[in-house]
């Protein structure tokens, strides 16, 4: 009976470390290649003999315009009554709400993050996602494109509701000095 004799792993292994490499490095080239030029649009008047006025740049104190989500939390806690039905919850949310609108005042959520106490851990992720429909009812202006996630909070009462949320973020690159 004749055996035969394995390759060893490290020699099998040295093809998939090699194209490995090779992907990295050809993402690595792809990013760091410059955008593509723009396309000459022409000027009015070009070519007719009518002189055409040049316009002056106007400064502009954004090189870009940037947005995203902001990374640090507007903290919300407070209690509701798990067993509420829908419209008397609605009403608690809005109430705790109102306590915080300077800090919800003409600003638009990113991202929600609710833990809701009530029980067992389903029961809390249920009364999380129940106070962040009434959000998104309450103030469409605020919640209603924002990304919610629901969670269960083991270590508050029953009934706790804590709240991160993360609000949209607009502002500007400053322009590079030269």
Request: charged residues 15%; positive net charge.
């Amino acid at each position: 009976m004749a055996t035969r004799r394995r390759r060893s792993t490290p020699i099998l292994l040295a093809g998939w470390l090699f194209a490995d490499l090779l992907l990295g490095l050809t993402i690595i080239m792809l990013g760091a290649q410059a955008p593509p030029s723009r396309p000459a649009v022409p000027v009015a008047g070009e070519g007719t003999g009518i002189p055409t006025p040049t316009p002056s740049p106007t400064p502009s104190p954004c090189a870009t315009r940037i947005g995203g989500v902001g990374a640090k939390a507007t903290k919300i806690t407070f209690r509701v009554n798990p067993g509420a039905d829908d419209d008397a919850l609605a009403a608690k949310v809005r109430k705790e709400l109102r306590k915080h609108r300077k800090h919800l005042a003409g600003r638009h959520a990113g991202m929600v993050l609710t833990f809701g106490a009530n029980g067992a851990a389903g029961q809390g992720v249920h009364l999380a996602t129940r106070v962040n429909t009434a959000l998104r009812t309450t103030y469409p202006n605020i919640f209603r494109t924002a990304a919610t996630r629901n969670f269960h909070d083991l270590a508050a009462p029953s009934g706790s509701i804590s709240m991160e949320v993360y609000f949209v973020t607009d502002g500007c690159a400053p322009t590079p000095k030269n």
